[in-house]
């Protein structure tokens, strides 16, 4: 199965709760943390809430 590397590339201070538990979820903490995850459903719609703050590339 693909998957993807998201890295987190903006900070997460001052940003809506929903927002910073979409990133904690996929497992990124702190800006330049990155995190391999499957390529499914899920994951593409938790990427596409934060796509202003990371970055994916497949892994």
């Not at 590339?9 to 943390?33: H, N």
Request: hydrophobic share 35%; net charge positive; charged share 25%.
């Amino acid at each position: 199965m693909a998957q993807l590397k998201i890295t987190l590339k903006k900070s997460l201070i001052g940003r809506p709760k929903d927002q910073i538990a979409t990133a904690k979820s996929l497992g990124l903490t702190k800006p330049g943390s990155t995190a391999v995850q499957p390529d499914n459903v899920q994951t593409k719609g938790k990427v596409a809430k934060i796509s202003h703050l990371i970055e994916v590339e497949q892994a």
